[in-house]
């Protein structure tokens, strides 16, 4: 090998492109076929065309190599389960009665039997449904979809390269099915598994692919000694097939540490690594192993996760590194490009200027042949595109929305006082006590009540112009007066009022402030048919004027009661956005946060003595390796202090998070030094208090007596013996009566009924504490 020859041969690819279509075609049709109103005929020819679109879109783009399979009705990890045979039993009749059903019966469950679990795919916002496996569990091959869906491609009269889930990440992200010991390994299983997997890629093979693509991202985590070893026994296995095509092992969202000595090992053909975050810890790992000698490298220096345009200059210096360590290098995004939206043509309130600092999927397309180009043929054949490029990234660089000097200076003013309430917590304690004068175990909800048809039209009429901004706030000040209304009548003891005027807990914020972006067109799938438009961090963050100030003084002018004041916290913001990428995440969420502080400071001065900053995103952004936690820590607990350490001691502060499990950050959570904390607990029996009293956690905190994710109504029995359990771990004094989460998800006449059960269940236990 030399790094010429290597450099001559380098082709372009991706691992996978964006399902929904330009207008979402695919969600209407799936929701359309679910509601009976599209055929099961219409929904396959409108994801094959889809497939095509993306297909030929790709190639006349440049993109040598297009990926196969990574199309999905649903997801490609339950795609997977289909692939291997691994249909839980409770689905056996629905998948033997008709494929498409039991497929989307699996996904979303039916009437009688539910769902598969669904949990966020590593660390993006894309979730998957966790394969169920046992000790029984019997693996068989399914290579029908993976087949056709090559076979459409090379009908095209292109080179495809089918990208599968590994069996090692496969068998990694599965658990322990119903009624198995929680103590059952899945990885047990791989012998059983690869066979079948064995099966597939020959399949694939008399299809006609020289390439197969496994994924592995589950290696770029911390892995014990034996999963090392289980990695490297499958791909031993594998290689060693005789009837298969080219192997190439992917990874990617992180660096692949320990595992790539042994995948470099491994007798494939080829290795995909992540270059972009990730970019100097492989680089170092992949010369300390010597390289790939005659190998392939696939190498992702477009960021398949972020909307920013690539720095191409410092991408071909990157894979002109690596020409010297592998047989051919080829060029990619990092992953998949679902993770990010389609296309920013059609983005039309975004000014042209800053819309060519942002590159999605089709942007990152071009990127990626550009960059194979000039890696093939010498930067003379690019002149162009990297010129326009290093105008774009100057123009993002100069610009006053990147750099605002006092939003700078402020944050680089802040001091450690800043982010520390000035009084200790049990002096706050009693100050609040005094102010607040609230019953033992208080009532409360987590903010957001029912969002009805009505308040759905009202933004689709503000939209459209058929209402005007005063008729809106009409509409949202009688949704407020009836939320309130209701609180004071069931009896709860601190009130919200109900989040009406807001779309999404964070966009609401992001349209508000200045520096971030909204898109119009930005769809990324988050699960299934359910697509979200993520806000862009784009530069520095300050607040222009209050943003719920009026909201919430309204509805306290309503009620003698205290109304808490609802914020989203800068960990969740930050989350739930795409992040720039020339700033440490931190200097970025500080920025948040003192906006965010601005709001709180605000909110006190009009009036209000408990306010609720919610970080329901903290637990699950945490860093894939342990190693990089304690940092992310840091700063998100810095974050969230300095957004409400600025008010008095009396004034409360709340804080919620749900859908994790928080047993290993329970130190972050106290941390945060939030007066009082509710939490996700109804369907765990209160687990999480008895985590947080293990811990010794010294605030007040309100473990969700009320699952809001089903309809069901919890009796008032059933939720006052919740609160005895959580009376055993956490006393009285300190103990609050909540639900789970917040209630726009459920219709009002079951969120009347519970929280009515609710009430009634806080004091019956009230009087037993007597
Ligand atoms: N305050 C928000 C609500 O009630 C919290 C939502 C969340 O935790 N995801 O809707
Ligand atoms: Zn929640």
Redesign the pocket.
């Known amino acids: 090998m030399t790094p010429k020859s290597a450099a001559a041969a380098a082709r372009s690819t991706v691992y996978g492109y964006p399902r929904q279509g330009q207008d979402r075609e695919l969600k209407k049709a799936i929701e359309g076929y679910w509601k009976g109103r599209v055929t099961a005929d219409a929904l396959r020819a409108t994801a094959a065309d889809l497939r095509r679109t993306n297909w030929q879109a790709l190639a006349e783009a440049g993109i040598d190599e297009v990926p196969t399979g990574d199309f999905s009705y649903y997801d490609h990890v339950l795609d997977t389960s289909v692939m291997v045979g691994a249909i839980p039993q409770r689905h056996r009749a629905a998948v033997e009665a008709d494929a498409l059903d039991g497929y989307f019966a699996m996904a979303r469950g039916t009437q009688e039997v539910p769902p598969l679990e669904m949990t966020k795919w590593f660390d993006t916002n894309y979730h998957y449904l966790v394969p169920e496996l046992g000790p029984d569990t019997v693996f068989s091959a399914d290579s029908a979809k993976q087949v056709a869906e090559l076979k459409e491609a090379l009908a095209l009269g292109l080179a495809a390269r089918p990208v599968l889930v590994g069996p090692v990440t496969y068998l990694l992200l599965a658990k322990p099915a119903p009624g198995v010991p929680a103590g059952f390994d899945p990885l047990t299983l791989l012998d059983r598994l690869l066979p079948v997997y064995a099966e597939v890629l020959a399949d694939l093979r008399a299809a006609g692919a020289e390439w197969v693509q496994l994924d592995e991202p589950a290696l770029v985590q911390d892995r014990t000694p034996a999963e090392l070893n289980a990695a490297e026994r499958a791909y031993r296995d594998l290689g060693a097939l005789t009837d298969r095509p080219k192997l190439l092992i992917a990874s990617y969202f992180d660096r692949l540490g320990e595992a790539l000595p042994v995948l470099a090992k491994a007798p494939v053909e080829g290795l995909a690594l992540d270059f972009t975050e990730a970019a100097a810890a492989n680089l170092d790992a992949l010369a300390a192993v010597g390289g790939l000698p005659g190998k392939r490298l696939v190498a992702g220096v477009v960021n398949g996760r972020n909307i920013w345009v690539n720095d191409l200059s410092k991408s071909l210096a990157t894979l002109g590194t690596l020409l010297g360590l592998a047989g051919r290098v080829d060029v990619a995004a990092s992953c998949s490009l679902l993770h990010v939206p389609l296309d920013t043509a059609p983005e039309r309130d975004i000014e042209p200027q800053i819309l060519r600092w942002l590159a999605f999927a089709r942007q990152k397309t071009a990127e990626i042949v550009t960059l194979a180009r000039g890696l093939a043929r010498g930067t003379d054949a690019i002149t162009a595109e990297l010129a326009a490029n290093r105008a774009d990234l100057a123009s993002r660089t100069g610009s006053p929305i990147t750099r605002d000097p006092a939003v700078r200076s402020r944050a680089e003013a802040v001091t450690e006082a800043d982010a520390r309430r000035a009084q200790p917590y049990p002096e706050r304690a009693a100050a609040q006590r005094a102010h607040l004068r609230l019953p033992l175990l208080p009532t409360t ?4 009540f029912p969002q009805t048809g009505e308040l759905r039209t009202a933004r689709a009429d503000l939209r459209a112009g058929r209402i005007d901004t005063v008729g809106y706030e009409e509409r949202i000040k009688a949704e407020i007066r009836e939320v309130i209304s209701f609180q004071e009548k069931t009896g709860l003891d601190v009130l ?1 009022h109900g ?1 009406a005027e807001r779309n999404d ?1 964070v966009q609401y914020f992001a349209e508000q402030l200045t520096g971030y972006l909204a898109t119009q067109h930005g769809w990324v799938q988050s699960y299934g048919t359910r697509y979200v438009r993520p806000p862009i961090l784009a530069g520095d963050i300050s607040r222009p004027e209050p943003m719920t100030v009026r909201w919430t003084t309204y509805a306290q002018s309503l009620s003698d009661r205290p109304v808490k004041g ?1 914020l ?1 916290g800068p960990v ?1 913001m930050l989350a739930w956005s795409f992040v720039r990428d020339d700033q440490p995440l931190g200097e970025t969420a500080r920025q948040v946060a003192l906006a965010l502080r601005d709001e709180v400071n605000d909110l006190e001065a009009a009036g209000t003595s408990v306010i ?1 900053v ?1 970080e ?1 995103a903290l637990r699950e952004t945490l860093p894939l390796r342990a190693a990089d936690r304690p940092g992310y820590l840091a700063w998100a607990t810095e974050a969230f202090r300095l957004t409400t350490a600025g008010v008095r001691p009396e004034t409360q502060v709340h804080t ?4 994790a499990e928080f047993g290993d950050i329970v130190r972050a959570i106290d941390d945060l030094d939030a007066d009082v904390i509710s939490l996700e607990a109804a369907r765990s029996h209160m687990q999480v208090a008895r985590e947080l009293a293990a811990h010794g956690y010294p605030r007040e905190a309100g473990p969700g007596v009320y699952d809001i994710h089903s309809p069901r109504v919890p009796s008032a029995e059933e939720a006052a013996e919740l609160l005895r359990t959580g009376l055993k771990a956490i006393p009285a004094e300190r103990l609050w009566v909540n639900p789970d ?4 998800t459920r219709a009002w006449p079951e969120t009347r009924a519970s929280l009515e059960n609710l009430v009634t269940a806080a004091r019956t236990v009230r009087s037993e504490l007597r």
């Open positions: 909800t987590i903010g957001s919200v989040e807990m609802m989203t969740t609720q919610d329901p919620h998070m749900c859908y989460c917040g209630l726009k």
